[in-house]
């Protein structure tokens, strides 16, 4: 059996007042729109791009012949990006809801430069029918039903956070599903996500 899971490109949060202020959006959600059947990953971090459900061995090799490449070529440009919270995200795969809290530097860069480098430079050669580019995100929750949101984003009202953070490093993320199920796992599994350190790259450029 293949050792498989899902692999991203961001970084997983450890600033401990960040983590509280998204904790404690994750219990508002929960509480105010009664979600049911609800879960969320153990951990909580940016995605900026989504490289697939792959091997390690073959996730490895794609970051050495490909993305390595890119994620030095943007810590050599980029310094820490100090970010602002910028509005909810609701989505469903006719299986999970999931809300998302959206986010973006002050300078636009990772909307604007990151992302779109990452996407056209490290997906488009792989995967070519792959042509919505993600905008960066924090995955709060997911859940099965709620009797209070219709499944619109202006359905979530809860205020949004004033504070910033601060993005310092870009890394490959490896996404571990808790229950494993006969075929391919989607991304709104519960899972066990963890930096995999030997291809992470701190910000230390100029802009």
């Known amino acids: 059996m293949q050792d498989k899971h899902h692999f991203y490109i961001g970084n997983?949060?450890?600033?401990?007042a960040q983590l509280n202020v998204l904790k404690n959006i994750q219990r508002k959600l929960i509480k105010k729109y009664k979600l049911k059947n609800y879960h969320y990953n153990n951990k909580y971090s940016s995605n900026l791009i989504y490289l697939g459900y792959l091997d390690e061995h073959v996730a490895?090799?794609?970051?050495?012949?490909?993305?390595?490449?890119?994620?030095?070529?943007?810590?050599?440009?980029?310094?820490?990006?100090?970010?602002i919270y910028t509005g909810y995200k609701l989505e469903y795969d006719k299986s999970f809801y999931k809300i998302s809290l959206k986010?973006?530097?002050?300078?636009?860069?990772?909307?604007?430069?990151?992302?779109?480098?990452?996407?056209?430079n490290?997906?488009?050669?792989?995967?070519?029918?792959?042509?919505n580019i993600m905008k960066p995100?924090?995955?709060?929750?997911?859940?099965?039903?709620?009797?209070?949101?219709?499944?619109?984003?202006?359905d979530i009202n809860i205020l949004l956070p004033e504070d910033k953070f601060i993005i310092d490093h870009i890394s490959l993320i490896k996404g571990s599903p808790i229950r494993v199920r006969s075929?391919?796992?989607?991304?709104?599994?519960?899972?066990?996500?963890?930096?995999?350190?030997?291809?992470?790259?701190?910000?230390?450029?100029?802009?």
């Open 60 to 83: 490895y090799k794609y970051m050495e012949s490909i993305i390595s490449n890119l994620l030095k070529a943007i810590s050599e440009k980029f310094n820490h990006l100090e970010c």
């Open 103 to 120: 986010f973006n530097d002050v300078n636009n860069y990772l909307e604007k430069i990151i992302v779109p480098y990452l996407h056209n």
């Open 137 to 154: 995100s924090i995955d709060l929750i997911y859940y099965k039903d709620s009797s209070k949101i219709d499944g619109k984003n202006d």
């Open 183 to 207: 075929g391919t796992p989607s991304i709104h599994n519960q899972m066990t996500l963890e930096e995999v350190y030997k291809y992470s790259f701190p910000l230390n450029g100029t802009l």
């Open 122 to 131: 490290a997906i488009i050669p792989v995967y070519e029918k792959r042509k």
């Open 12 to 16: 997983i949060f450890s600033d401990e």
